[in-house]
């Protein structure tokens, strides 16, 4: 997914495969555990901010 500047994108931690070095990442807990356990989600996410290729 192409990011514009300040555009962000949450993922789940698994599905990231590659970005480019303008992308800022950091990987954040999810704060209910009921969606993780439950909802078939892990328990943390992956925050993407553009701008670049994440």
């Known amino acids: 997914m192409d ?8 993922i789940d931690t698994g599905c990231l495969v590659a970005l480019q070095p303008s992308v800022m990442y950091d990987v954040q807990f999810v704060g209910v555990s009921k969606t993780a ?18």
């Open 3 to 10: 990011l514009k500047a300040g555009e962000s994108l949450r």
């Open 37 to 54: 356990f439950f909802g078939g989600e892990g328990l943390f996410f992956t925050h993407l901010t553009g701008p670049g290729l994440g």
